[in-house]
């Protein structure tokens, strides 16, 4: 298995990573070895806010706060307005949690909430539903401490997958996948997937305005847009813990798919947020 990192190229599927001349551990392999950590004593560490938008996750936050690994230095949940104890059982797991209130309707204006309001060099985002595990987060702050400016986690890679893939996710996926790659001129392999990370000083090269689950899209848009250092990592998508998913298929993908037509290279919207509105 080699640690050598590939050469720029956008969108590529870089090799999986590893630590101290170790492999590091498979997204599906959680019980049989602990999770890497960066060294706490390295010179210059990078700190990292880990963002978290949430909206009636009240019984889904205690298992998702209990896996943040100790790497992360800042925990920022963003509140959607729940109408359950999503933010007390947020303090009670962790008193450091940082809670700030979402800024505007849809999953888009809480990620802009968080990425506004995180302090660390590097922000990683993540849902609060437990379909994404905290313990792969070393995986995508081993790419941004070897020079990448943004990770992604991919499902369709060896090492990752997904438990909660339904037909139509999937089909409308491997369209709106085929379509970035297409109009990007990119090489990924996972598109519609909010598992991320990047150099917060790269927010404005970013330039977020999407407010709905489009965003995800539009991050990726902008990132290959602007030449930024992409790389894809493996991750296992897992079900929803319980309650309901705010997504809906159908009507989210035309959002990105519109949301990847107007954002096309060479191509400028006056009002591209409205793409995202909810």
């Not at 999770?35 to 010179?43: I, M, S």
């Not at 400016?149 to 990752?160: E, L, P, Q, T």
């Not at 369209?175 to 991320?196: I, K, P, Q």
């Not at 602007?226 to 790389?231: D, H, K, Q, V």
Request: contains cysteine.
């Amino acid at each position: 298995m080699s640690t050598t990192l590939p050469s720029d190229r956008h969108g590529q599927v870089v090799p999986y990573p590893m630590h101290d001349g170790h492999p590091m551990r498979r997204s599906d392999d959680r019980e049989s070895q602990p999770v890497p950590r960066r060294r706490a004593t390295d010179k210059a560490r990078a700190s990292v806010s880990l963002v978290v938008p949430a909206r009636d996750e009240a019984r889904n936050i205690p298992w998702v706060f209990e896996q943040i690994p100790r790497c992360v230095d800042e925990v920022i949940l963003v509140d959607g307005s729940s109408s359950d104890a999503t933010v007390a059982v947020a303090r009670e797991c962790l008193p450091s949690v940082r809670s700030v209130q979402q800024k505007g309707p849809g999953k888009g204006s809480a990620l802009r909430t968080g990425f506004a309001a995180a302090t660390g060099d590097y922000v990683v985002m993540m849902d609060a539903d437990g379909s994404m595990w905290p313990g792969e987060i070393p995986h995508y702050l081993h790419f941004l401490d070897n020079g990448y400016d943004f990770v992604k986690g991919s499902r369709c890679i060896a090492g990752g997958g997904s438990l909660d893939f339904t037909r139509t996710r999937a089909f409308g996926n491997r369209v709106l996948l085929a379509v970035v790659n297409r109009l990007y001129h990119s090489g990924l392999t996972d598109l519609c997937y909010g598992y991320c990370a990047f150099r917060r000083t790269f927010l404005d090269e970013l330039d977020l305005r999407s407010t709905g689950f489009e965003i995800e899209a539009e991050m990726i848009a902008h990132a290959l847009r602007s030449g930024l250092r992409i790389a894809e990592v493996p991750s296992l998508e897992l079900p929803r813990r319980s309650g309901r998913s705010h997504l809906h298929a159908v009507s989210d993908g035309r959002r990105v798919l519109r949301t990847l037509i107007a954002e096309r290279p060479g191509v400028r919207t006056a009002a591209p947020h409205a793409v995202g509105e909810e």
